[in-house]
């Protein structure tokens, strides 16, 4: 069924090399509305470089990224302007309140005044951070710094969001809050790409894409991954496809 849903965020023969090491050999995947894709890799997989092609932080060697149809070489302002994203490494600014970190963002993407106030108090309300909205950000959690971070990703309405391994570093219940957060997000029709090296977060996930070294090695559900690999579990599914062992949980 999801197959029939437009296709958002599309990745063709995408190449990236440092120098003479490759980091991503000819990476295609395809997102679609309202679908939660996990990018699960291990350390060193080629996620964050990715993420970068896609957030426009440099070029791909070669290949084609396009967001709703956008070309991110022809037109990377209309396509960086359907995306959202939480970086792996946290970029709010400690010592301003969660409201002003949000503010700032808002009038880089054009939006003040009055529509500034209203999108904030409802990205902020379904976080359920409304009454932070005050605090300063150094006052906050881990798991509720995460979620001023989402807040902010989906301040200016974007089609596809992306999220770099955003739970690094938050205890379970955190991890779960905001994964089921990312997950409600289905229902609005955003389509996700959650990269992650946890096994349990990508058995949520509509399809998953195990990448290793640079090569997406295998994409489907969770369980047809797993059948494929004649595994009954994920964990040994992605074991036996990357020869990584599977990094505890925080
Ligand atoms: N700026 C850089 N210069 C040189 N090599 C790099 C650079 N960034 C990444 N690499 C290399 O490219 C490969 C892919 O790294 P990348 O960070 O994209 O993987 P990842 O899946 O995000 O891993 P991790 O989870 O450890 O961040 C690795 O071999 C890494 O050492």
């Not at 440099?58 to 991110?72: I, P």
């Not at 969660?98 to 976080?127: K, T, Y």
């Not at 090296?197 to 998953?208: I, Y």
Request: glycine fraction near 10%.
């Amino acid at each position: 069924m999801t197959e029939a849903r437009e296709v958002l965020l599309e990745a063709q023969g995408v190449r990236k090399a440092y120098g003479a090491r490759p980091a991503l050999k000819g990476v295609d995947l395809a997102v679609r509305a309202g679908e939660f894709v996990a990018l699960l890799g291990p350390n060193g997989a080629g996620k964050s470089t990715l993420f970068q092609l896609l957030t426009g932080l440099f070029d791909a060697d070669a290949g084609e990224l396009r967001v709703c149809g956008e070309d991110m070489r022809r037109t990377p302002v209309r396509a960086l302007g359907r995306i959202g994203v939480v970086f792996q490494q946290m970029t709010l600014d400690l010592d301003l309140s969660v409201e002003a970190n949000l503010v700032f963002h808002a009038r880089l993407h054009g939006i003040g005044g009055a529509e500034s106030r209203v999108r904030i108090a409802d990205v902020l309300a379904r976080v359920g951070l409304a009454e932070r909205r005050a605090d300063r950000v150094r006052e906050l959690s881990g798991g509720n710094r995460r979620k001023v971070e989402l807040a902010r990703a989906l301040l200016h309405r974007p089609a596809v969001l992306l999220m770099d391994e955003a739970t690094v570093g938050l205890d379970p219940a955190s991890r779960r809050h905001l994964l089921d957060e990312v997950l409600a997000l289905r229902a609005a029709g955003v389509g996700v790409l959650w990269a992650t090296h946890l096994v349990d977060e990508a058995e949520v996930a509509d399809r998953v894409l195990v990448l290793h070294r640079g090569e997406l090695l295998a994409a489907g559900r969770p369980a047809e991954l797993t059948r494929a690999a004649g595994c009954t579990h994920l964990a040994d599914a992605f074991l036996n496809l990357t020869g990584a062992p599977q990094a505890a949980e925080p």
